[in-house]
């Protein structure tokens, strides 16, 4: 069965700074993998995610992760870092018919 | 660490059939749960956001009464889909927010529901 790794419970960075949550995962098959923002007092929200094609996903807000098969990663990265970015983020895999979430990372944006 | 468990992982009906999914949060308590539907190969839909002994708030385009739910104490929720035909057949998956830390969500490990 898949499953997720996010390394970081926490990941604190200052406005402007480079973003980088980092994602591992682990699939029997060709995964379909996503990253989810979930907003205080709100459900989750898709930012993008990877089936095939292209391994550089852009996505929403401009986050963008990069598929590394030889890695088993899917790392989000924004190049700025903004205050409205602080958040919970969730990677997720799925296989086929059901998806897996890691455990989140809390993103805390100083100003 | 905080659980969530939702019962059953899998479930194959007859169509014109309920069937009952339970989201519960086993060592916290949570005011508010959310549902979602993921279809094959795609991303999780958000259905509805469940709230502990008031009505829930159903997303734009979801039936209610098709998707009853019932949060009646602040360790479970529960997604009915009554009536149901092949084209409810999905993925459904729970998330409960822990009241100790409101910003924190945990998952279910979600529901195969099969409608044949």
């Known amino acids: 069965a898949q499953s997720v790794t996010q390394l970081g419970s926490h990941v604190s960075v200052s406005e402007g700074a480079l973003v980088l949550l980092r994602c591992n995962y682990s699939s029997s098959v060709p995964p379909y993998l996503f990253w989810y923002v979930q907003y205080p007092n709100q459900g989750l929200q898709l930012l993008l995610k990877y089936t095939t094609g292209a391994t550089l996903v852009k996505g929403i807000n401009g986050f963008e992760a990069e598929f590394k098969k030889s890695e088993t990663s899917f790392h989000l990265t924004k190049p700025s870092a903004h205050m409205s970015d602080a958040a919970e983020y969730f990677c997720a895999v799925s296989e086929d018919n059901d998806m897996r979430f890691g455990a989140g990372t809390r993103l805390t944006v100083k100003p | 660490g905080a659980v969530v468990s939702q019962h059953p992982s899998w479930v194959i009906c007859k169509s014109g059939t309920s069937v009952k999914i339970e989201c519960r949060s086993l060592?916290?308590?949570?005011?508010?749960m959310f549902w979602y539907r993921q279809f094959p190969k795609q991303s999780l839909m958000l259905m509805a956001t469940s709230n502990e002994g008031s009505k829930a708030t159903y997303e734009q385009g979801v039936e209610k009464d098709k998707f009853l739910i019932n949060h009646a104490s602040l360790t479970l929720s529960t997604l009915t889909v009554t009536s149901a035909h092949p084209e409810d057949s999905s993925f459904y998956i729970c998330?409960?927010?822990?009241?100790?830390?409101?910003?924190?969500?945990?998952f279910g490990s979600g529901t195969q529901l099969s409608v044949l």
């Open positions: 060592d916290f308590q949570a005011t508010t």
């Open positions: 998330s409960a927010r822990d009241n100790r830390a409101a910003e924190k969500l945990f």
